[in-house]
């Protein structure tokens, strides 16, 4: 019992941090149509940031500058790149965003090396917070939930109660009318990616210590992300959160389980050889399939396809 | 939704080639072909320039095959090294069969490749080709992540992560090719990849090319037109996953090892690099990508750590100020010159060399600035760098290409635009004059 | 008497509350030139787009030469011998105006999805397409890009795309949309020629191209018909006037 409570708890914790991630890009795709594929190099980003400001002045610094710094490049990157190729199409800004993803995968292990750099959770915040089952629970895993619940529910009003969440919500369907109504429709836009690169990157800066800060973090999490928006429903923040929850809960509670497929199925009634190369797959083997599975089924499958949810 | 497939409208408007009028150039080029495939052995004789060889004829199918969906269909496939890699799986086992005394000639494998190829597309474009632009994309990156987590999955099959190898200098000699000497293998990967690359070539002209062309440009119109444009896409995905495989199965007869590597992300993202480098908008335009990345590739690697950072920013580079790649800026010259105004383009393009080079030698220096500190930190010595000793912990020597960037960039976002609007100008009457 | 070309039978869509069109029935017998008019927004272009396949009937059915061809795709629509122009100019802005007018001969030359075939080797196609350059005025620009050519030299070839198949029935969304005087008038005779022994279904807001090419002509304003017949007895028709002439009526006169 206490170990599947430990398993939902980190379920949570994975969860909620993808959910900072995809909220982010959801803005983006969303509201821009961008499908930003360097999405997860800011959070990488982030991470690395943090570890140097750590390093230097401290963790609680480092919670308010690394963002805020990646922030500022995502502004930069939005509008010095992204604004020039966006007259090419769409899929000229999505190869651009590649090539950034690429240049940020390679200037990374340049600054940092090529192995993980020690990040670690702040002293204040490493001690026991309660033990379950003999597990000491880290008191920063509640911070990250405190953090990642915050920005959900600012999100939110942000959105729903706002100027800008008015704009933000009307240019998402309407640019055309946002603009016309007077409405500087690319500043919007060159904010939104900014403040979109920041979320990632504050997901960086508070996940990366109790993850690990390596180089290749971005292309471990980049096409989750990109499930995780799909799934929610692009430019609905809810709709991620809800998303982030489940592939979190799916990913970390099938890594505990190591049943055999055969086994599993033949327990249903599917016949697969269970001494066979598939019948030997274990459920931890095939778990980090999954949100990819539903990536390709959701987008395929889906009458509405990819921008169902944009009305246009 | 229509227009999301629109690539980028400066690769656009040019008046495509009458077919048949080009014949002879054609045949002229293929002639050039082949006979450069026969003579560059004799040049580059060693086991190095052999193998270098070898691996652009593998890259030049691989492209183009990339290119039947980027470039003449309009498709962004993030997932092609699937079946490259299957393709090349496909080939290995076979080829482990022919080692176990199979009589097959060894030769013939890459066909195994070709089917390998075909019959992973299968599934995989009737799911992606439903779709069409960012959503296709998005498929074809979810596709991928799935071959390499069922690769890996099943090490009975894949190998783990050993791969599986085998020996080409077994099975039936065909045409007295028994792999003896390293000159064999290039002539073997050579003839497929001409014969790939005719075949190819031979698509783009027949009813089916023509309509993934239309499809790219214009889906809903095609629909119109009493043909399926989800029905084209699937087709056009199911050849280019075939001639992958074909790339895939010459890999491994020059390999004689495949990996989960092959498959993965990294080398999806290669072929793109390569065929955008070169040129979607042109037949040729990736056979020119895949032979210069690859020869950077060797070239530059053996000099300096930082090719891949050096490859990602042409790449951007590309994308954002000349989405044609190469051959897209010879294609906009060519009517330039023909027209005999050329001359005029001398003078401002001159102006821009300068800026060019103080930009390249500034980012040069600081990437490598950057790898040496690396190197330094290491252990490794820092060594010299254009004939200068490099000292990359002392914040003095980061200043002088610190400087030669922000110089030459400044001199660019000069002189770029009149250079700029001289070539629009050029092209403009150059227009004129012929029509 | 054989079927009409076209059978429209109680069509009805409507977009979320907004109801574009209400039970709008028409026959449209073989071999007529048929044009349709009505004010913006009365639903004419809804209409061409629910005949062929790009959107959903709410309810109704529409008879293609007497076969049902109800909730087909827009491609399974055109096998069956009806092909369309757009009113928004939808050309392969890449391809060269030669290309452009052989992707939409292709399906009608029997070229099917071969490649296994060169496309240069279906002869017949070849030269039908040269001679609708010819006809289209268009020769000279064979080998430009469709992207790269004037507007009208758009629109020609917009109406090129659509009558070079060979298709029975052949529906126009404004084909003069943007023209000159002169280039209208060209345009005219060029629908003339093309469309005898075919039928033709045409929006168009220039009353004197309708009042000069049509056989018959339906009236649609606000999502229904209010009149439909020869040229004469709309002409005369009150609620026509009403509805919608107005200030053009003198042009009837």
Redesign the interface.
Known sequence: MQEILLVLLNGLVYGLLLFMLSSGLTLIVGMMGV?NFAHASFYMLGAYFAYTISVGIGFWPALVIAPLLVGVLGVVVERY?LR??H??????E???T???A??IG??V???W?RTAVPYRVPAALDFPAFTLGGINYQAYRLFMMAVSVAIFAGLYAALARTRLGLVIRAALTHPEMVAMLGHNVPRVFTLVFGAGCALAGLAGVIGGNVFTTTPGMA?ALG?IV??VV?MGGLGSIPGALIASLAIGFIQTASVTLDAPLGAVLGRIGLPLDPHG??GQ?TIA??A??VP??M???L???NPR???GARA? | ?P????????VSVRPARRIGRGGRGAALAWGGAIAIALIAPHLFASGFGLSLLCRMAIAIVFALSFNMLLGQG?M?DFGHAVFFGLGGFATMHLLKLVDGGLALPVVLLPLAGALGGALAALPAGW??T??E???F???T???A??AV??VV??P??FGGEEGVSGDRSGGVALFGFDFGSAVQIYYVLAAWALLAAALMWGVTRTPLGRLANAVRDNPLRVDFLGYDPARIRFLTFLLAGLFAGVAGGMQALNDEIMTVSNIG?AAS?AV?LMT?IGGVGTFSGPVIGAVLVTLLQVALGTVTDAW??YS??I??AM??WA?GGISGIVQSHAPILRAGRGARLLGPYLALLPAVGLTLAGTVGL?EL??RL?AV?GGARAGRLFGLAVAPTDPWQWLLPLALFVLGAWLLSRLAPPARAAWQEAAAQAARGVS | MSAPALSLRSLHKSFGATSILRDVSLDIPAGTRHAIIGPNGAGKSTLFHLVTGRLRLDRGSVWLAGDDITGQSPHAIFRRGLARSFQVTSLFPRLSVFENLRVAGMRAAGCGHAFWRRIDGFAALGARIEEMLALLDLGPRRDVAAGALAYAEQRALEIGLALVGGAHTILLDEPTAGMSRAETERAVALLRRLSAGRTLVMIEHDLSVVFDLADAITVLADGGVIASGPPASVRGDARVRAAYLGAAAEVLT
């Open positions: 499908l790149g020039a190729v007259r090419n199409g769409k899929l000229a999505l190869l651009f590649v090539g950034l690429f240049i390679e200037v292990p340049l600054i090396g292309e096409a990109f499930a799909i190369a598939l797959l083997h095939a980090p399939a990819y599975l990536l390709v089924l987008l395929a499958l396809g990819l921008m246009d | 939704m227009g999301e497939t629109q690539l980028p409208a400066s309009g962004l799911l992606a439903r779709r632009g960012t959503s994309a998005m498929i990156l979810g596709i992540e799935l987590a069922l999955m099943i009975q099959w992300s993202g793109l955008y891949q950072l990602g920013l790449f951007v994308v954002l989405p990437a950057a790898y690396q930190r």
